[in-house]
């Protein structure tokens, strides 16, 4: 089992920067891949980024490549993704993810992932 908490989101004008946290506890960090996810209003769920269990390969949704960029760090357990250039486009919840023990690829797909946290609000106002 894994618990995974997200922290850092808020209110930014367009232009502006966050950065979210994603703290993970149960068994080992660094066996598994982790994902960030978002959902807007009235829309799906849909991929925004995710890194590997070593953390030496990521992957990006197109409408962020360049400005997100995904980090982990496996000795806090935690995993970071700062937005950068955000758009009034990328108001969003937030999830963190977390793939089963073992699964350390960095997948795009929703269903890959086992674990999620409750979400961190990002609204970026135009």
């Known amino acids: 089992q894994v618990q995974l908490v997200e922290s850092g989101g808020g209110l930014v004008e367009a232009g502006g920067s966050l950065r979210l946290s994603c703290a993970a506890s149960?068994?080992?960090?660094?066996?598994?891949?982790m994902g960030w996810f978002r959902q807007a209003p009235g829309k799906e769920r849909e991929f925004v980024a995710a890194?590997?269990?070593?953390?030496?390969?990521?992957n990006y949704a197109d409408s962020v490549k360049g400005r997100f960029t995904i980090s982990r760090d496996n000795t806090k357990n935690t995993v970071y993704l700062q937005m950068n250039s955000l758009k009034p486009d990328d108001t969003a919840v937030y999830y963190c993810?977390?793939?089963?023990?073992?699964?350390?690829?960095?997948?795009?797909?929703?269903?890959?992932?086992?674990?999620w946290g409750q979400g961190t609000q990002v609204t970026v106002s135009s």
């Open positions: 993810a977390a793939r089963s023990a073992g699964r350390t690829i960095a997948g795009r797909t929703i269903g890959l992932y086992d674990y």
């Open positions: 149960g068994r080992t960090f660094g066996n598994y891949a």
């Open positions: 890194i590997s269990g070593s953390g030496d390969s990521t």
